[in-house]
């Protein structure tokens, strides 16, 4: 994007792909501002990934 400045379809491709905030699921931190790692919030993540996954296995199964 910073080589094609000028490529505003280029530009319209990327951020149309981003979900709006309104729709985003926000996630508290995985690690302190002092790097230590936060065992409940990564859990919180892992647990999420998860379930994302098995939801696109679901959806991808469903298809014909």
Excluded: F
């Excluded at 379809?9 to 981003?18: T, Y």
């Excluded at 790692?37 to 999420?48: D, G, L, Y």
């Amino acid at each position: 994007m910073l080589e094609h400045r000028e490529d505003m379809e280029a530009i319209d491709a990327l951020v149309s792909r981003r979900t709006p905030d309104s729709e985003a699921t926000w996630y508290p931190a995985p690690c302190t501002p002092e790097g230590v790692p936060i065992p409940e919030n990564i859990r919180i993540m892992e647990e999420a990934i998860r379930q994302r996954i098995q939801e696109i296995d679901r959806k991808k199964k469903s298809q014909p």
